[in-house]
T-cell receptor, first 112, second 114 residues
Framework: DQQVKQNSPSLSVQEGRISILNCDYT??????FLWYKKYPAEGPTFLISISSIKDKNEDGRFTVFLNKSAKHLSLHIVPSQPGDSAVYFCAAKTGANSKLTFGKGITLSVRP | DTEVTQTPKHLVMGMTNKKSLKCEQHMGHRAMYWYKQKAKKPPELMFV???????INESVPSRFSPECPNSSLLNLHLHALQPEDSALYLCASSQGGTGGGKLFFGSGTQLSVL
């Protein structure tokens, strides 16, 4: 049972445009959501997070939106840069001491 | 120092070998993790140590044996592995708790079992 779903395996965008990466979840008990970015042969690096009490969190070019009623979150990257090309994992947890549940990841390619 | 250091970066072993993966962090984090990741799949949690005690074992086969000698070090001892155990093994740490949140990952050990 996949509780965190990233249904699109890949996304390709032009440099300078907006990248929108989507994530859906089924467990209504999730209360904290994170995005990780992973380059090949490296470990994932934390990108941005959002608590369920908020609907938006912004950090530079990265913004995460949370729609609790739809059980949907999205990561917006604007403007996209070639260095953003990587695999992006959505992850969620149900409380301070619960384990992270990861989605399958989405491969973003930013074309120069 | 915000790094999690893993050694070796690459490891090739036979099914009868015994080897160990090592992980080190000096961020004062009290939770450390082992994850396994296959190509095009999400990281899968294997073990969690919280305050140097094993707090989560995700039903991992006994051919994988974790060890936490102190709050900065985490080892994964490997014995009699199978070819299907070939994967990227990731160590991670976090400030507290047993579940994660903002994890700091190492670069991983790419393991090939022949």
């Amino acid at each position: 049972d996949q509780q965190v779903k990233q249904n699109s395996p890949s996304l390709s965008v032009q440099e300078g445009r907006i990248s929108i990466l989507n994530c859906d979840y089924t467990n209504s008990m999730f209360d904290y959501f994170l995005w990780y970015k992973k380059y090949p042969a490296e470990g994932p690096t934390f990108l941005i997070s959002i608590s369920s009490i908020k609907d938006k969190n912004e950090d530079g070019r990265f913004t995460v939106f949370l729609n609790k009623s739809a059980k949907h979150l999205s990561l917006h990257i604007v403007p996209s840069q070639p260095g953003d090309s990587a695999v992006y994992f959505c992850a969620a947890k149900t409380g301070a001491n619960s384990k992270l549940t990861f989605g399958k990841g989405i491969t973003l390619s930013v074309r120069p | 120092d915000t790094e999690v250091t893993q050694t070796p970066k690459h490891l090739v072993m036979g099914m009868t070998n015994k080897k160990s993966l090592k992980c080190e962090q000096h961020m004062g984090h009290r939770a450390m993790y082992w994850y396994k990741q296959k190509a095009k799949k999400p990281p899968e949690l294997m073990f969690v140590y919280s305050y140097e005690k094993l707090s989560i074992n995700e039903s991992v086969p006994s051919r994988f044996s974790p060890e936490c000698p102190n709050s900065s070090l985490l080892n994964l001892h490997l014995h009699a592995l199978q070819p299907e155990d070939s994967a990227l093994y990731l160590c991670a740490s976090s400030q507290g708790g047993t579940g994660g949140g903002k994890l700091f990952f190492g670069s991983g050990t790419q393991l090939s079992v022949l």
